[in-house]
């Protein structure tokens, strides 16, 4: 099944840590570029991290020294790990995956787990 599943969200008080997971198929993980995004309420949808296949990660200037992008190949899963968390790291947090093309001509796929919420409280 070619679904993403986010798991790990809750509340937290500042300066906590949680771990967040995501799940994915075997197809869509192997070859994937997989995304941690978040969405705090009445705001745009932004990119937090990114981590490719072969383990290169970015991460947004915002959260950059305090989380942590990782994946298990065995198990098919990303993680993201969140250290520090500040009240402005409320929002629900989403999985993406971005598959490339099996063919030259072919297009890229992407795929959109259904969110986890996290609340920082002060």
């Known amino acids: 099944q070619d679904q993403l599943a986010e798991s790990g969200g809750g509340l937290v008080q500042a300066g906590g840590s949680l771990r967040l997971s995501c799940e994915a198929s075997?197809?869509?993980?192997?070859?994937?570029?997989m995304d941690w995004y978040r969405q705090a309420s009445g705001k745009q949808r932004e990119l937090v991290a990114t981590i490719t296949s072969n383990g290169r990660r970015n991460y947004a200037d915002s959260v950059k020294g305090r989380f942590t992008i990782s994946r298990d190949n065995a198990d098919n899963t990303v993680y993201l790990h969140m250290n520090s968390l500040k009240p402005e790291d409320t929002a629900v947090y989403f999985c993406?995956?971005?598959?490339?093309?099996?063919?030259?001509?072919?297009?890229?796929?992407?795929?959109w787990g259904s969110g986890t919420l996290v609340t920082v409280s002060s």
């Open positions: 075997r197809r869509v993980f192997s070859r994937g570029t």
């Open positions: 993406h995956a971005t598959v490339p093309p099996a063919i030259v001509e072919g297009s890229v796929m992407e795929y």
